[in-house]
């Protein structure tokens, strides 16, 4: 389908292209009437304003796009703010589209920044499927993954070392004095979810303790409560004593759950969230979690979308950083609670 103009919307209401340009720029120059009927046009057509295209000379519109796949999630909050901090410094604004984990709604983020102009893309995909930013490929603005690896290796990215930071969570754990972990997460289709899952599996399998995976649907607060009613109906026997959750919403649902029904945590199950985002040492049992330095990766996103618009790099190296454990008490008392 051909992309909508302004000399479409301004056919389909039948005023000249100025009188559009007017609604839309300088609404005090027309009727209210006009405007209404335009707003309306523009709504029903699906015309998306080339924002950039007053600025087509210079060849620069001024602005970044970041699809993000959970704003709600305290950790992509973080990286957002490195991302926009950065560009603001440079001059730069920020375009910011929510995919709430739908592969279809971040496709039509990355087509509306296309149809933007916009200078340059971060995205945190929903999954490994990176086909939609095949829109750039003729344009071909500088695009950098963020908390995300392309396997292509076509695009660069900031990441994190996931299977190292699962390893970290499973390792804390044993030295606590767990014997039976388990790993509560999902969906696999998610890369840092599986990494994270397959760092945490190969540490507790090298030292012969037991381990149980527990699948879920997007990690949430709701999800983890969730898990945690079914971990304190479970038998004493069969129960877990140790759980990685690799989100820190989902762990700290699951600490909530087990709390309200009266299941010790550390005493009886200890928890290891992932992110380290401020409520989890905030929770009434401070929570232990594998941090990743959001705003530091969003930042250095930023950055390096930015080296590549002003010609300072040819080509961008992706960066991975490293996980950090970060212990409190929802860990601290296993070894030496009774059994």
């Keep these: 389908m051909a992309e909508v103009g302004i000399r479409d919307v301004a056919a389909y209401v039948g005023v000249s292209i100025a009188t559009v340009s007017n609604a839309l720029h300088r609404p005090y120059r027309v009727s209210k009437e006009t405007v209404a009927r335009v ?3 523009i709504d029903e057509l699906g015309y998306v304003p080339n924002v950039a295209a007053r600025q087509l000379r210079a060849g620069r519109s ?3 796009g970041m699809a993000v796949h959970n704003l709600v999630n305290p950790f992509f909050s973080q990286v957002v703010l490195g991302v926009e901090e950065v560009a603001e410094r440079s001059g730069y604004s920020l375009i910011v589209g929510n995919s709430y984990a739908s592969r279809e709604r971040e496709v039509r983020y990355l087509e509306l920044f296309e149809r933007l102009r916009l200078d340059g893309i971060l995205i945190a995909p929903v999954g490994d499927d990176l086909s939609g930013l095949d829109l750039f490929s003729r344009r071909r603005p500088p695009v950098v993954l963020v908390d995300q690896e392309d396997p292509t290796g076509v695009y660069p990215s900031v990441s994190l070392d996931d299977v190292h930071g699962g390893g970290l969570a499973a390792q804390h754990l044993l030295a606590a004095g767990a014997r039976h972990i388990a790993f509560v997460g999902g969906p696999l289709q998610v890369a840092q979810i599986r990494d994270r899952l397959a760092g945490c599996r190969q540490v507790v399998e090298a030292a012969g303790a037991r381990f149980t995976e527990i699948l879920t649907p997007p990690l949430t607060v709701r999800s983890g409560r969730e898990v945690g009613d079914r971990l304190a109906g479970m038998a004493e026997a069969d129960r877990p004593d140790g759980v990685f959750v690799p989100n820190d919403e989902a762990a700290l649902g699951v600490l909530q759950s087990l709390i ?7 005493g009886e199950i ?8 401020d409520f989890a040492a905030a929770a009434i049992v401070p929570l232990t979690s594998v941090r990743q330095p959001a705003y530091e990766m969003g930042a250095r996103a930023a950055e390096m979308v930015l080296q ?6 040819e080509r961008l190296t992706s960066v991975r950083f ?3 454990l970060v212990a409190r008490r ?10």
């Design 39 to 41: 707003m309306q046009a």
């Design 62 to 64: 001024g602005v970044l």
């Design 260 to 266: 309200s029904r009266r299941i010790s945590v550390p």
């Design 270 to 277: 200890a928890i290891v969230g992932y992110d380290d985002i």
């Design 308 to 313: 590549a618009l002003s010609g300072e790099a």
């Design 322 to 324: 490293e996980p950090e």
């Design 330 to 339: 929802s860990t601290h008392e296993l070894a030496a609670a009774p059994r």
